[in-house]
T-cell receptor, first 113, second 115 residues
Framework: EAQVTQNPRYLITVTGKKLTVTCSQN?????MSWYRQDPGLGLRQIYY???????DKGDVPEGYKVSRKEKRNFPLILESPSPNQTSLYFC????????????FGSGTRLTVV | AQSVTQLDSQVPVFEEAPVELRCNYS??????LFWYVQYPNQGLQLLLK??????LVESINGFEAEFNKSQTSFHLRKPSVHISDTAEYFC?????????????FGKGTKLTVNP
């Protein structure tokens, strides 16, 4: 089944404790992206990647890191999480040349206390 | 840069009534337009998209949206809604000029269908 898989689905952590949210897609998509969803703010793009080793900042990159060492994986790293990073996170992927729009994962609900 | 405005944050309707969810965009270049739906506790699913050609696009579950370039709008409509259409709907825009990786979303419209 073609899909974007995120792990974990739920995570509660403490301020300052480094964490990684994994994302993997099995559709051979070039583009991958991370969004955060907050009530009343919709989805805001954190980082995106156009291919292996090519990443760029989205609209809200502060406090996050990403890497794209393999085409299928695009982990999101929070090196020192803070409570304002409590949010619902979505990973998404798409083909580069055909604008089908992103396919989204099921989301990761992160709470930082 | 592109932006999207969804004019209504919440839309309550009764079952079998028609509904329109409004979306306006801002862009200095040509655009691709999308509607996504998010059911409770789920991720986003693509509902329909406008890339080019016919300005009226349809989804498999009875929704349709019309691209209006002069009014920079892409409103979503359904002539008769069901309880199962209760969800949050997001309008999104990207551009064909090498910007399709930057999909920009509106803030969403929560559609609640009441019996």
């Amino acid at each position: 089944e073609a899909q974007v898989t995120q792990n974990p689905r739920y995570l509660i952590t403490v301020t300052g404790k480094k964490l990684t949210v994994t994302c993997s897609q099995n559709m051979n998509h070039e583009y991958m992206s991370w969004y955060r969803q907050d009530p009343g703010l919709g989805l805001r793009q954190i980082y995106y990647s156009m291919n292996v080793e090519v990443t760029d900042k989205g609209d809200v990159p502060e406090g996050y890191k990403v890497s794209r060492k393999e085409k299928r994986n695009f982990p999101l790293i929070l090196e020192s999480p803070s409570p304002n990073q409590t949010s619902l996170y979505f990973c998404a992927s798409s083909f580069a040349q055909t604008p089908y729009g992103y396919t989204f994962g099921s989301g990761t609900r992160l709470t930082v206390v | 840069a592109q932006s999207v405005t969804q004019l209504d944050s919440q839309v309550p309707v009764f079952e079998e009534a028609p509904v329109e969810l409004r979306c306006n965009y801002s862009s200095s270049v040509s655009v691709y337009l999308f509607w996504y739906v998010q059911y409770p506790n789920q991720g986003l699913q693509l509902l329909l998209k406008y890339l080019s050609g016919s300005t009226l696009v349809e989804s498999i579950n009875g929704f349709e949206a019309e691209f209006n370039k002069s009014q920079t709008s892409f409103h979503l409509r359904k002539p008769s809604v069901h309880i199962s259409d209760t969800a949050e709907y997001f309008c999104a825009v990207s551009t064909p000029q090498g910007g399709s990786e930057k999909l920009v979303f509106g803030k969403g419209t929560k559609l609640t269908v009441n019996p």
